[in-house]
């Protein structure tokens, strides 16, 4: 079997505090100091949120439209940090788009507590 390895070129959903917090996602992910893996892009509906974190976190692209950073090809995999309620239909979105998605919480909210 030949090897080989491959960049994984990572999306992130969501730019607010759970992404860019001191110790929180992007500061996770760049501890380990893995050269195969790349943060390339992120978005946040927010306007310009994703724009000032890109800029802030040498992210080479960023949008308001999570849709468009599953549109990328370079992508192979997103986490998604965004507000709970908003996981099931963007992991599904993730998956119709060929991406390996990653979820730290539910992907639903249960009908009865």
């Not at 509906?45 to 800029?55: K, S, Y």
């Amino acid at each position: 079997m030949e090897n080989w390895k491959k960049t994984i070129h990572l999306g992130i959903i969501g730019a607010g505090k759970v992404t860019t917090q001191p110790n929180r996602h992007i500061d996770s992910i760049r501890s380990l100091h893995d050269k195969d893996v790349e943060i390339t892009a992120i978005a946040d509906i927010t306007p310009g949120l994703a724009a000032d974190v890109a800029e802030e976190f040498h992210i080479p692209y960023s949008f308001e439209d999570y849709h468009d950073l599953l549109a990328m090809e370079t992508i192979d995999a997103v986490t998604i940090n965004t507000p709970t309620f908003t996981h099931k239909q963007i992991a599904l979105d993730c998956i119709r788009a060929g991406k390996h998605a990653v979820s730290y919480t539910h992907l639903t909210l249960p009908t009865k507590l």
